[in-house]
């Protein structure tokens, strides 16, 4: 890897949607992080979504069912874990930016979310339109570029809220179910598996050090956690094609890309001076 992809003084935490302390989450009485930002795929999409033009979308029944039966374009019954490392960081839950009014984003000064269901590390991975994780960075960038400054007025007090804020990155599964494996002729299938892995963490780096450029100090990532794919899939999914691929799938993305990548990142972030 480039030492120019080297981030400096990163807090790297590999989690899973799996944590115990996040099932019974409760909140904080007191903020512990000036804010928090999330960036990602549908994972934690929080209703972005919802305004574009896609097919991946979560704002029906039964999504919701669990949040107060309202179904806000998260993929899930309830809450994601990103709303729930918000609630016990003592903030509230990251509003979608496509769903906060230009006017008012300057006003969301604990947080926002970027994260766009069907999007990837890769721009070529989605379904229909996606907020493209350089498309999220680029809305990040407008907002500590114009955004944040009409709230937070001075430079210095800018830099400390940006570095003692948390980031989130839960991105990467689509790269796989929605590109290297649903395209088997496509450009990136001239990679093995573990090629493929090292391309997608490159990628990843790179932009993680253009949020770190920004400001960004302490990052949360998940990548690539297929370990609850399995069982969900057998059971939803009747297609044969898709069948095949998720047979494919569950052994070799978990075994082979959630460990090296997840190493891999560990150093990356870890060892950067």
Request: hydrophobic share 40%; charged share 20%; net charge positive.
């Amino acid at each position: 890897m480039e030492k120019s992809l080297k981030i400096l003084w990163v807090i790297s935490i590999i989690i899973t949607q799996q944590l115990a302390f996040l099932a019974n989450a409760s909140y904080s009485r007191k903020r512990i992080v000036p804010a928090f930002y999330v960036f990602g795929d549908s994972t934690v999409d929080a209703g972005n979504n919802n305004n574009l033009n896609t097919l991946a979308k979560a704002n029906a029944f039964p999504y919701g069912i669990d949040f107060n039966n309202c179904s806000t374009g998260r993929f899930s019954n309830g809450k994601t874990f990103a709303d729930l490392i918000a609630i016990r960081l003592g903030l509230p839950m990251p509003p979608p930016y496509l769903g906060v009014p230009k006017s008012e984003r300057h006003k969301a000064v604990t947080g926002i979310n970027y994260a766009s269901g069907s999007c990837g590390i890769l721009n070529s991975t989605r379904v229909g339109d996606c907020l493209s994780l350089d498309k999220q960075i680029e809305y990040f960038t407008l907002t500590v570029a114009n955004d944040l400054p009409r709230s937070i007025h001075s430079k210095t007090k800018l830099r400390h809220y940006l570095s003692n804020s948390i980031y989130l990155l839960s991105i990467g599964s689509n790269d796989y179910m929605l590109n290297y494996f649903k395209y088997p002729n496509g450009t990136n299938n001239n990679l093995n598996p573990e090629k493929y892995a090292d391309y997608l963490l490159e990628q990843l780096a790179s932009r993680i050090k253009r949020i770190y450029d920004l400001g960004a100090r302490k990052f949360v990532t998940q990548i690539c956690d297929f370990s609850w794919f399995k069982e969900s899939c057998f059971e939803c999914m009747g297609s044969s094609t898709w069948m095949g691929i998720i047979m494919r799938l569950t052994p070799l993305a978990y075994n082979t890309t959630n460990m090296r990548m997840e190493l891999q990142l560990r150093v990356l972030l870890g060892t950067l001076r």
